[in-house]
């Protein structure tokens, strides 16, 4: 399937490349709030820009021909770096660090910050970003429970206003049939839940296909989440 890469980096150096890049996106990151956000006088403004268009000229001197994609080891162990959400090479992924229930039932949340960059209106979080955040939860929730899928469907409730800040999401799996899996979440604000969603998930016929090929006694590869 295009876009899933084996590489099969040693964990020493995947662990190397995590040090390096997740430092290193965390401040484009800082850059775009403070972009968003600065106040500086119009002669800074341009001296910053010149600056910025510099040191994006140096990155695209050796880059990737396209997306990231995902690229996984040996043991099925996927880095989805260039996700929108969770991706550690992203710097518009907030990102989320989503927490497994060890029992792998499928339960999964998540403690995380939306700042200004994300707002929607006045103070709240963009509705879309949260239709963005509980895609992504409620897709590694089948997954973590053993039924990974994509996206078929996604219906959202939204109750109230979600406040840009620290909040939670969570997810769980409500039911599954063969490569079908119905998962359930929210997220959660300081003043209670602020948006419902549930959701359809199916496993495409390429990974269909590629999971019968392997030992029905391990689970399947972490890269379909």
Do not use: C
Request: hydrophobic share 35%; glycine share 12%; charged share 25%.
């Amino acid at each position: 399937m295009p876009g899933y890469v084996r590489d099969d980096l040693p964990e020493e150096e995947v662990e190397r490349q995590r040090d390096l890049y997740g430092p290193f996106t965390q401040s484009i990151r800082e850059l775009v709030d403070a972009g968003l956000r600065t106040l500086v006088a119009d002669e800074e403004v341009l001296a910053v820009q010149a600056e910025v268009e510099a040191l994006t000229a140096r990155l695209r001197a050796s880059q990737l021909d396209g997306a990231y994609g995902v690229r996984f080891s040996a043991e099925g162990r996927g880095r989805p770096w260039g996700n929108t959400v969770v991706g550690l090479r992203n710097a518009v992924a907030p990102p989320l660090k989503i927490e497994h229930h060890p029992d792998r039932d499928g339960r999964v949340w998540s403690d995380f910050h939306l700042g200004a960059v994300y707002e929607g209106p006045p103070g709240l979080v963009h509705g879309g970003v949260s239709a963005l955040v509980l895609d992504q939860l409620l897709g590694e929730s089948a997954g973590a429970g053993g039924k990974p899928g994509m996206t078929a469907t996604l219906t959202l409730t939204y109750k109230r206003g979600t406040p840009l800040g620290e909040l939670r999401g969570e997810a769980w799996i409500e039911r599954a049939e063969s490569y079908k899996t119905w998962a359930r979440g929210h997220l959660i604000g300081p003043e209670g839940v602020t948006v419902e969603a549930e959701g359809l998930f199916v496993l495409p016929r390429w990974a269909r296909e590629a999971l019968a090929k392997q030992d029905p006694e391990k689970a399947p590869p972490r890269y379909f989440e």
